[in-house]
């Protein structure tokens, strides 16, 4: 399967502040690219979904404001949690989806703890 | 409203067994289904796709069954050992673009 990383792999920040996930491919071209966050104890929930080159679409009730994409070429795709509050402490993984071939690949995960 | 539901509670076997687990999903027509393997810390790792037009796809020790009408799929371990222990997630392709969403997951534990 395709190499994924994700950098930084956990961060600590302080409440107010942005920060800001990578999510980058090694070997293999994303057309697609979707952001999800995970809560202790619960399921992966779809925040966004991004193609290179153009917006995001986000999920009902995830604020485009906040959680900036960017989805700047086909092997990166970043997250910016702008303005971030302790309700937003969670587990941010990228997965990354080839052109057509149903292959997708999960990034190994953010976790962002917000003081 | 549209759910997919796995065993919220853990499932414990032991060693050498075989461990079944379930999704069922409601108001879904997936045209394709996938299991994950999800270790505490780590992002899922993918195990294995069933398309709708399948009834049965097995990979080593895993097999895993797709049934349209019951909307359920079954994924089976056998010959479990402890490394299997973690939280298996299955996942439907839901709307255009490829979109998967969760289930819940089910921890496993697989004791000696």
């Known amino acids: 399967g395709a190499v994924v990383s994700q950098h930084p792999s956990w961060v600590i920040c302080k409440s107010g502040t942005s920060v800001k996930i990578e999510c980058r491919s090694l070997?293999?071209?994303?057309?697609?690219m979707f952001w999800y966050r995970q809560f202790p104890k619960q399921s992966l929930m779809l925040m966004a979904t991004s193609n290179e080159g153009s917006k995001a679409t986000y999920e009902q009730g995830v604020e485009k404001d906040k959680f900036l994409i960017n989805h700047a070429s086909l092997t990166l795709s970043t997250l910016t949690v702008t303005s971030a509050h302790p309700e937003d402490s969670s587990f941010y993984i990228c997965l990354l989806d080839g052109t057509g071939n149903n292959e997708q690949f999960f990034g190994p995960g953010t976790r962002l703890t917000v003081l | 409203s549209q759910k997919i539901e796995q065993n919220s509670e853990a499932l414990n076997i032991q060693e050498g067994k075989t461990a079944t687990l379930t999704c069922n999903y409601t108001n879904y027509s997936p045209a394709y289904l996938q299991w994950y393997r999800q270790d505490p810390g780590r992002g899922p790792v993918f195990l294995l796709l069933?398309?709708?037009?399948?009834k049965e796809k097995r990979k080593e020790r895993l097999k895993v069954t797709f049934d349209t009408t019951l909307k359920q799929s079954l994924f089976h371990i056998t010959a479990s050992q402890p490394a299997d222990s973690a939280t298996y997630l299955c996942?439907?392709?839901?709307?255009?673009?490829?979109?998967?969403?969760f289930g819940t997951g089910t921890q496993l534990k697989v004791e000696l």
């Open positions: 996942a439907l392709f839901t709307g255009g673009g490829n979109k998967l969403t």
């Open positions: 070997d293999f071209q994303a057309t697609t």
């Open positions: 069933i398309r709708e037009n399948e």
